[in-house]
């Protein structure tokens, strides 16, 4: 069993976070999905509707892994102390974390990805890029894998991200199988992205 803390913070993008809880929560045996915030015990979306929080960063709780979403609100997240502070030091005691989209800035603007291979949303690529000039970003990529880090591209690519993530731990059958529970289709492919080509980035 592996608890996973799902970081929440004002403005984050809802399928981030529900896309990959939907994936992981077919394995209740195998993860425990935790939402933690800052401060509030329940954290508005982009979209509008709130996530009751589970945990608070002051509860001071370690997590197996992390799952950290983009959205909006990440423009603000990259330039908060208290955000980055706490997530470097859960991302150093976590066995593994994982991006989606923009969440990607929040990370590299830690230090943790200085040196490491990792993508994320192609329409931002820009600006995210800007908060980690050592990553090395790649610019075509549905997700990437470096060590312990997993980085998604935009928002739905979360979900692969997820079934690669399974595939990792549980092997590749078990994914698929996910992948059928959910009727959907799973790009295997880490390095499918016609996205990257339609804003110009390859």
């Not at 045996?29 to 979306?45: C, G, Y």
């Not at 593994?96 to 590299?108: D, E, F, H, P, R």
């Amino acid at each position: 069993m592996r608890t996973i803390g799902v970081v929440l913070f004002p403005g984050f993008e809802l399928l981030d976070v529900y896309g990959p809880l939907e994936i992981l929560g077919m394995w209740p045996d195998q993860f425990q999905l935790r939402m933690v915030a800052e401060t509030s015990p329940a954290t508005e979306s982009g979209m509008g509707p709130a996530s009751v929080v589970d945990d608070l960063f002051s509860d001071d709780k370690d997590y197996d892994a992390l799952l950290i979403p983009g959205g909006a609100g990440t423009r603000t997240e990259v330039n908060n102390p208290i955000m980055l502070d706490w997530l470097k030091r859960k991302s150093e005691a976590a066995e593994y974390v994982t991006t989606v989209c923009t969440g990607s800035a929040i990370l590299a603007k830690t230090g943790l990805l200085d040196g490491r291979k990792a993508t994320t949303n192609k329409i931002a690529f820009e600006w995210v890029t800007t908060c980690g000039p050592d990553v090395d970003w790649q610019k075509q990529a549905r997700w990437v894998e470096d060590g312990k880090y997993f980085t998604s591209s935009g928002v739905s690519a979360g979900m692969d991200m997820a079934l690669g993530f399974i595939a990792h731990l549980m092997g590749q059958e078990a994914a698929e199988q996910t992948a059928d529970w959910a009727e959907y289709d799973w790009h295997q492919d880490a390095g499918w992205d016609p996205f990257a080509g339609k804003v110009g980035l390859v």
